[in-house]
């Protein structure tokens, strides 16, 4: 266990970083001061200060975002001049285009030109994004750790046990491996999480109360101590993450929700009473509907309730080997139907047929309405798998990009199922 020390109070933390430069011996630059300035949660400003014989005309700092982001670059504005200071502004909270989640590592390094044809690049040196207000502590086993500045360490421990336990079991059923380290954040209150979460307009922050959020593929926020099944809940998706997101494509709404709530300890009161009302009434919502999350509040248990029995449905009636296969087949890019019909030979309506038939109702009755059908999740340009979108200054980042397409999927689900926490007092998210 250790703990970090933060002065209280401060608004930013200015984190200075020796740089040793990479140059031939005639170059003629020389950095005379590197720093990285945190504004949580704001932004990250890298700050180069360099001299040159002859007049500086580019500097272009290079940054990766880990461990989903691929390199990237921006040049910040520079007034050539022998001696010269810069600022490289990378904004952390300013969705769609931005989102930096608290623990992000940045991996940088400047690149430097002047007039006379000389070039230097520094070191590759690393900055860790943190949320300055608190004190943190932390707790770790393997490649997961816990954070925490409120509440008992007792109580950390516990959620690190409950979180080795879910990463393990999760992992073990999708045949991956999660071979990155795993942030978990325990805020002491919505209230101080809400600055650390993704960005919102003012009425969904006062309309939806988060419990826990995967905000990028390696990190979850949690709101206060206890409620294992929200970590559980959160910590699947990362594992799903793993197994199922491509480069090309997405997971289908019910199967990512669906998973995510078969690694809970049970699903919920709340969600499996929604499903039996449908049940009796045969009023289920159609497996094509259920690729993108219900964006009808009435319906928000019942997606979740569904999602679940349909995941349990393949698990046990046709193994944990062929649902690992499943989420392979979406990590190589394909279709919904596609997917279903190579491993389990039926596709979306098949589906629905058996699933339904294990619950005692007949097949749906004729075709599913137009509008209700969503689309098949086509293959994507590559350049988005995490789960926020950063911008810097002349370049757009796509090394940040890639933060928001992660939690595409889980944001939607987050915000549809805070809803049903407000609406109907249910397990939470």
């Given amino acids: 266990m250790k703990r970090f020390l933060v002065l209280l109070g401060l608004a930013v933390l200015f984190v200075g970083t020796v740089v040793s430069p990479v140059a031939s011996a005639q170059s003629a630059i020389e950095v005379t001061a590197t720093n990285v300035v945190n504004s949580f949660p704001e932004e990250v400003v890298f700050r180069l200060s360099a001299y040159s014989q002859a007049t500086i005309e580019e500097a272009t700092l290079h940054y990766q975002i880990l461990p989903d982001g691929v390199k990237a670059y921006g040049r910040p504005d520079l007034t050539p001049a022998e001696r010269v200071q810069v600022d490289f502004h990378l904004k952390a909270n300013d969705p769609p285009r931005s989102y930096l989640a608290p623990g992000a590592q940045?991996?940088?390094?400047?690149?430097?030109?002047?007039?006379?044809?000389?070039?230097?690049?520094?070191?590759?040196a690393t900055f860790v994004y943190e949320d300055i207000r608190f004190a943190w502590e932390s707790v770790s086993d393997g490649n997961v750790t816990v954070y925490w500045y409120a509440g008992s360490s007792s109580s950390a421990v516990s959620s690190l046990e409950v979180a080795r336990e879910t990463l393990d079991e999760m992992s073990g059923l999708l045949g991956v491996t999660v071979d990155y380290p795993v942030k978990v954040w325990i805020y002491d209150s919505y209230q101080d999480m809400l600055p650390a979460l993704v960005r919102r307009s003012e009425a969904h922050a006062q309309r939806v109360v988060v419990a826990g959020e995967r905000v990028s593929s390696d990190t979850i926020l949690m709101q206060g101590e206890g409620d294992d099944d929200t970590l559980r809940h959160e910590l699947t998706h990362i594992v799903t993450h793993v197994a199922g997101e491509g480069p090309y494509g997405s997971l289908p709404a019910w199967l990512d929700e669906g998973t995510a709530m078969y690694g809970q300890s049970e699903p919920g009161a709340g969600f499996t009473s929604a499903l039996d009302k449908a049940v009796e009434r045969d009023s289920l919502l159609s497996v094509r509907s259920m690729t993108a999350p219900t964006g009808d509040a009435s319906k928000v248990t019942l997606f979740y309730g569904q999602a679940w029995s349909l995941v349990d449905f393949l698990i046990e009636t046709h193994g944990s080997a062929k649902f690992a296969e499943l989420y392979a087949i979406f990590k190589e890019g394909s279709t919904v139907d596609k997917a279903l019909l190579k491993v389990y030979g039926f596709d979306q309506g098949g589906l629905e047929d058996a699933w339904r038939a294990s619950l005692g109702l007949p097949p749906r009755e004729g075709s599913t309405p137009a509008a209700e059908q969503e689309s098949e999740v086509q293959p994507t340009?590559?350049?988005?798998?995490?789960?926020?979108?950063?911008?810097?200054?002349?370049?757009?980042?796509?090394?940040?990009?890639?933060?928001?397409?992660?939690?595409?999927?889980?944001?939607?689900?987050?915000?549809?199922?805070?809803?049903?926490?407000?609406?109907?007092?249910?397990r939470r998210r």
């Fill in 106 to 124: 940045i991996d940088y390094f400047w690149e430097i030109e002047d007039g006379a044809g000389n070039k230097l690049t520094t070191e590759p």
């Fill in 381 to 426: 340009p590559a350049e988005q798998t995490g789960e926020a979108e950063e911008a810097g200054e002349d370049e757009f980042p796509w090394g940040t990009a890639v933060g928001l397409a992660v939690a595409g999927g889980a944001l939607a689900g987050v915000s549809l199922l805070g809803i049903a926490v407000l609406t109907a007092r249910l």
